[in-house]
């Protein structure tokens, strides 16, 4: 499933295309850098500017790299859980379902009992309101498991009325986290997000350090 949905996503192709497109430029860039002066070196302004450029281009290639992995991401995420949210509206509707049956024996018997005169009609009036508070859950419980296959259908590329099989199961394993401080710090570490928003104040920097240009 999240194969079949990064064929098709848009936003996940426009950033595959936007590596390509940064790295053309950045080697275009690269180009116009003919020599790397040494320190205190009087030199023509306009090398300072083409190096700027580099620099930029560079980044901006490495940054689409990463904008690149975390719309995977966000893309993964989103499948998974349209396809978990399929599941459990699957599994709500079963429940719905066993609700009506059990609903409509409730009622049944009230009927009989009635008929023999061991309930009283307010009881058999009480099994049909359940009986019909039963069916609208069911029919409430078909509409959602509708709407999570549309979604998710959607996401991959299938017609809204297709009924895909889903086999994966969710498996749920405990966290056992020793030290929240290091926790905090690996995830800070290895976030694309945070890492694209250290660069662009890197490029802050590297603008500040340029004396001519």
């Known amino acids: 499933a999240i194969k079949m949905a990064l064929e098709r996503d848009e936003s996940f192709k426009i950033a595959e295309a936007e590596v390509d497109r940064s ?3 950045r080697d275009a860039a690269a180009e116009k850098i003919s020599f790397i002066p040494a320190a205190g070196t009087t030199y023509d302004p306009t090398f300072e500017k083409n190096w700027y450029e580099f620099l930029q281009a560079d980044l901006n290639w490495q940054m689409s790299k990463k904008s690149l992995e975390v719309a995977r991401d966000a893309l993964v995420v989103k499948v998974s859980k349209a396809y978990w949210d399929v599941q459990v ?5 079963k429940t719905k379902k066993l609700a009506e049956q059990q609903a409509l024996l409730n ?14 009609r307010t009881d058999v009036i009480t099994a049909e309101e359940r009986y019909e508070q039963a069916k609208a859950g069911v029919l409430a419980a078909q509409h959602a498991l509708d709407d999570a296959y549309n979604a998710f259908n959607r996401l991959i590329g299938l017609d809204p009325g297709q009924r895909p099989i889903l086999v994966d199961a ?6 056992e986290v020793t030290d929240i401080d290091a926790e905090v710090g690996r995830i800070v570490e290895s976030s694309p997000t945070i890492w694209l928003a250290e660069q662009q104040i890197t490029l802050k920097k590297w603008t500040t350090d340029m004396a001519f240009y």
């Open 170 to 175: 969710p498996s749920y394993e405990p966290i």
């Open 107 to 120: 009622l049944q018997n009230a009927r009989i009992g009635f008929l023999v005169g061991t309930v009283s």
């Open 23 to 25: 790295k053309y430029l």
């Open 89 to 93: 509206a699957e599994e709500e509707l």
